[in-house]
């Protein structure tokens, strides 16, 4: 079975900097599209980035040009540069993987991580 954890989130001022990690376990052959979600209390869950096998990328206006994703295949890993945070950035952000191919063959779909805090306040 396919497991994401996320790493990095905290307490970080307005304008500061973060970088959030998701590494995925397990016999992993080779996983799809990766991305990050964020829910802020009382809201939906909202995208946050995308990134394919490929490397092919996709934002939001809401964070395009402040936040970076990229990801390590070898590894199974995704990554968030967030940059200039706002107080509006303030959420759980979880990882998310479209699906995932197993050295067995099995295959999982829709698997999310259990989500990372990030708080942006002075």
């Known amino acids: 079975q396919v497991q994401l954890v996320e790493s990095g989130g905290g307490l970080v001022q307005p304008g500061g900097s973060l970088r959030l990690s998701c590494a995925a376990s397990?016999?992993?052959?080779?996983?799809?599209?990766m991305g990050w979600y964020r829910q802020a209390p009382g809201k939906q869950r909202e995208l946050v980035a995308l990134?394919?096998?490929?490397?092919?990328?996709k934002y939001p206006d809401s964070v395009k040009g402040r936040f970076t994703i990229s990801r390590d295949n070898a590894k199974n890993t995704v990554f968030l540069q967030m940059n200039s945070l706002k107080p509006e950035d303030t959420a759980v952000y979880y990882c998310?993987?479209?699906?995932?191919?197993?050295?067995?063959?099995?295959?999982?779909?829709?698997?999310w991580g259990q989500g990372t805090l990030v708080t942006v306040s002075s």
């Open positions: 990134i394919t096998s490929g490397g092919t990328t």
């Open positions: 397990g016999s992993i052959l080779n996983i799809n599209t």
């Open positions: 998310h993987a479209d699906s995932a191919t197993m050295m067995n063959m099995r295959w999982y779909s829709d698997i």
